[in-house]
């Protein structure tokens, strides 16, 4: 579902910390599924040759994953757990996206059990193509 208004400050949200937070704005919620949208600067740690670099994409991801784990306990009440990515298979990641460019990323739970969780990724351009998508399967650390 929509949210009524993009929520913009998600520092509680995930256990990732400045400069390491790769995703800026959650834009849509549900029990399976969470958009988040991220702007490219100069001043990421992943940011080389004008470009987000693949592994700050796969943090992207990641990082999506972990805010829909994070707002799902923040609407319980309780603190975003601290998680890690227990693996990734199926990256495709056919453009990197460039300075000042603004990231749609898409995550699709597909299996949740006992803490780990199985999501299809998409990142999407301002155009609503397709850049980059993957499979993860990330776990909650206890």
């Known amino acids: 579902m929509m949210l009524e208004k993009p929520i913009t400050d998600i520092t509680d949200l995930i256990p990732q910390k400045a400069p390491f937070v790769m995703v800026d704005t959650l834009l849509s919620f549900s029990d399976t599924q969470l958009v988040s949208s991220f702007k490219i600067s100069e001043s990421n740690i992943f940011f080389k ?12 991801m990641a990082q999506t ?6 707002y799902d306990y923040f609407l319980k009440g309780q603190p975003a757990p601290t998680g890690y990515i227990g693996s990734i298979k199926d990256v495709q990641i056919s453009r990197l996206p460039q300075l000042d460019e603004t990231i749609q990323t898409e995550a699709h739970i597909l299996q949740e059990f006992m803490g780990v969780t199985l999501v299809e990724v998409t990142v999407t351009n301002a155009r609503k193509e397709k850049i980059a998508s993957s499979t993860m399967k990330t776990v909650i650390a206890n």
């Open 49 to 60: 040759n004008e470009t987000l670099s693949e592994s700050g994409l796969i943090e992207n």
């Open 65 to 70: 994953v972990a805010l829909h784990t994070g």
